[in-house]
């Protein structure tokens, strides 16, 4: 029988994720000899033995790979024989691990969940049991190269048996890091309001009975706190909301499983699949009409749950007790999430009745990730645990740039050769505590990556505090990036593309190129540029940043471009003052603190305010969300009209025939939820036949969608059924979201591209 020796190279996610071990089980099972060994590229193996053997071995590399693990290159060359026999996990080479990927935190896998509930495990309900397979990583890690004392695990030496299996390749726990039991690691505790130790023999039996109670429980996670309520007494949600400050915007649910969350949440496949991959986000359900379970005040005004499976042992544990707990972010309004427990019991003081803590720290915080689906895909519209710091693999190796992201739902993005790292969630820099946050980002980052950026890209908005960041930043050359450009950039790098599109970028606000406020922009262009060669029509925001918070004053702006000074009476008048009007039309007429913008979110909210929805928000978006929820399509009308006037270099769509028969819809009664519906077909149609005459002039070429108004789920898949159908390619997101959330990756791609010019 003929023999090979063979030395692979495997580039990815294999390191701390038990892939030695991995390697070993398969050479040992067939037989090869050779040794596996971790190095600063990846995994280096050698292996040696019968020709059928060896390939066997390497095809089970890819089709058995450890969950956890992804290889993003693998190589291979013949060598000489060389007669060794056995095989080794070699742990020789580890010195210099800088650049080997950090694998996301991930929930507890289905081996330790099963020790977790089996009476006679020496970890029987240990709420930190975890192996190479799951547990925390990100979290946890202080520095590089990843090994225990490099994370915070570093305050628990192991016990006997816990190192036994630390050291031996056959255990799931070969050097696991954050291997521990409830011998050597760490413990949970129970804090009262003021955040003083309560003894308790059993912390979450009492964390039970509080929120059993009623009472609010901030419980510390993965990657920081939540505030816990039982979610089937509107009374203790009502206390939450009160206390946190929070009006409207839903909070999420946690479940035990898929068959509980059944009797409240519709799931089809597509979501399952999501509610349980390994990085167990938060996943938007319709609800159930008329259920009973879960109190409406969990999210107002909106036809679905936030819904997620438990991600750690600890909320195993706990949602044996329930049915589903509303686990929402332990924060302040719109603070980053909290995750010291001194923080904690300063910034959760008011609203928290009990802590449920532990003594592992949390070392970088990472929020719950957030998917819908949408056109049949995941569509990402927050991205932290679970996904980062995992790389995006981008068209072409660049050198490394840092991008500081804009404004809101702040995220940064550092490259390296072709990898681009995406931070976690950072969130909206209008808040100063958010800013402190931003700058640790991006210090792990660098750190982690062992990355010095070239150069730092951030936002054409000279007034973002991610701007004024970037701009301190000593001996390093800037560069600034138009908003909508960047948005397109990121699709494109999304997809692993480079090349020239079509990019229809509608969202809430951006910095234009001529100082106008963008946000319904038709662009052409790709990494090294682009040309604005459509968008929508102008309109007035009255007050300026006011608009934002009172779509009222985008109807009548809507209204006083459409009908001039003679606007028709409707319902929406009777709740502002005469003289209030009167001024408000003067403003726009006259051009007063009205900055004129292209926006499609102002335009959203502007409908949204016409047909009594919403005057005022309490969260960027809300106004076209609740229209979107509003929507009902049955029976089908037809769209309303937006005209597209062509000029020499530009298209612009109109929304004033629109506006006329949205007015006449409303005079006559029509229900707020077919007029939504066909505003959001109108809008789709616009989009579409804007995109056939750019390619009249420009001639074929993809759509990139990107901006946050593609996570309007009627919208998106309206416009992809008329593009495709008129024979366009179109691309949307996959890895990282189409809001602000995504912004630092095209920011990066087009640095990248500047740099090499
Ligand atoms: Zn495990
Ligand atoms: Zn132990
Ligand atoms: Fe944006």
């Not at 520095?143 to 225990?148: C, E, K, L, S, T």
């Not at 076209?624 to 009902?632: F, R, V």
């Not at 008329?722 to 990756?745: I, K, T």
């Amino acid at each position: 029988m003929s023999c090979k020796r063979l030395k692979i190279r495997i580039a990815g996610i294999v390191q701390g994720v038990g892939f030695r071990p991995f390697v070993y089980r398969l050479a040992v099972e067939r037989t090869l000899n050779g040794w596996v060994l971790n190095d600063s590229e990846g995994v280096l193996i050698e292996v040696e033995g019968h020709t059928a053997a060896v390939e066997s071995f390497c095809a089970a590399i890819v089709s058995e790979l450890p969950p956890l693990a992804s290889i993003s290159r693998m190589s291979s060359e013949v060598l000489p024989l060389t007669g060794e026999q056995g095989f080794l996990i070699d742990t020789s080479r580890q010195s210099d691990l800088r650049v080997a990927q950090i694998s996301p935190d991930t929930h507890v896998c289905p081996d330790c969940l099963r020790e977790l509930l089996d009476p006679h495990d020496r970890r029987y309900r240990y709420p930190f049991i975890n192996c190479t397979n799951c547990g925390p990583r990100y979290s946890i890690v202080t520095a590089v190269p990843y090994d225990r004392p490099s994370t915070t695990m570093v305050d628990f030496p192991m016990c006997e048996p816990c190192q036994q299996e630390y050291e031996n390749p056959a255990s799931r726990r070969f050097h696991a890091q954050p291997n521990a039991c409830a011998d050597c690691g760490p413990a949970l505790s129970l804090h009262d309001q003021k955040g003083t130790l309560l003894p308790s023999a059993d912390p979450l039996a009492e964390a039970v009975k509080c929120l059993r109670r009623g009472d609010v429980l901030a419980i510390k996670g993965l990657g920081g706190f939540h505030l816990a309520v039982d979610p089937q007494s509107s009374e203790a949600v009502a206390c939450l909301r009160h206390r946190k400050r929070r009006d409207e915007k839903p909070f999420a649910l946690m479940v035990p499983d898929l068959e509980t969350a059944r009797q409240f949440v519709k799931i089809k496949t597509a979501e399952k699949r999501l509610l349980e991959a390994v990085e167990r986000p938060i996943v938007l359900l319709e609800q159930i009409t008329d259920q009973q379970l879960i109190s409406q005040l969990t999210a107002p005004g909106n036809r679905y749950f936030g819904v997620m499976l438990p991600y750690t042992p600890l909320h195993y544990l706990l949602l044996q007790e329930f049915p589903a707990l509303i686990m929402t972010s332990g924060n302040q309004g719109d603070e980053p999430i909290v995750f010291s427990d001194d923080e904690a019991f300063m910034r959760l003081a008011g609203i928290a009745d009990l802590y449920l803590c532990h003594n592992r720290r949390i070392h970088i915080r990472t929020d719950d990730s957030i998917v819908r689906i949408l056109a049949g895909e995941p569509v990402l519209m927050r991205r932290s645990r679970g996904y980062v710091p995992r790389a995006v693999t981008l068209p072409q190796p660049q050198l490394s740039v840092l991008a500081v992201g804009a404004e809101l739902k702040n995220c940064i993005c550092l490259t390296s050769a072709d990898r681009a790292t995406l931070s976690h969630h950072i969130g909206d820099l209008k808040n100063i505590s958010v800013l402190d946050s931003l700058q640790q980002a991006i210090d792990h980052l660098q750190h982690l990556l062992d990355v010095r950026p070239q150069l730092v890209a951030h936002d054409l908005h000279p007034d973002y505090a991610s701007t004024a960041v970037a701009r301190k930043m000593p001996d390093i050359p800037k560069l600034a990036v138009q908003h909508h450009h960047a948005h397109l950039a990121s699709c494109l790098a999304d997809n692993g593309r480079d090349e020239q599109v079509i990019g229809v970028i509608f969202d809430g606000i951006g910095y234009g190129s001529d100082q106008h406020i963008w946000g319904g922009e038709f662009l052409l262009g790709d990494f090294s540029g682009f040309e604005r060669v459509g968008h929508l029509a102008e309109l007035a925001m009255p007050g300026g940043d006011a608009a934002t918070r009172e779509p009222w004053r985008m109807a009548f702006s809507l209204l006083y471009t459409t009908f001039g000074e003679t606007i028709p009476e409707l319902p929406l008048f009777d709740r502002v003052a005469v003289a209030d009007r009167k001024l408000l039309l003067q403003m726009i007429a006259k051009g007063i603190n009205s900055p004129l913008t292209s926006s499609c979110g102002r335009l959203f909210d502007a409908v949204a305010a016409l047909v009594g929805l919403r005057q005022t928000v309490s969260y960027e978006g809300q106004a076209a969300l609740e229209l979107e929820m509003y929507l009902d399509d049955r029976p089908l009308l037809p769209p309303y009209h937006f005209a597209i006037e062509e000029t020499a270099d530009k298209l612009i769509v109109d929304p004033r025939t629109m506006t006329r028969e949205l007015v006449a819809d409303l005079h006559q009664g029509r229900p707020t939820g077919q007029i939504s519906a066909r505003f959001h077909q109108g809008l789709a149609a616009a989009i579409w036949e804007t995109c056939c005459a750019i390619r009249v002039r420009y001639g074929p070429l993809p759509v990139a969608l990107s901006g946050g108004v593609f996570q309007n789920a009627y919208l998106t898949e309206k416009v992809c059924q008329l593009l495709v159908n008129a024979d366009f390619e179109v691309l949307r997101h996959r890895q990282v979201p189409p809001n602000d959330g995504g912004l630092a990756l095209g920011q990066a791609a087009i640095a990248g591209r500047y740099l090499q010019r």
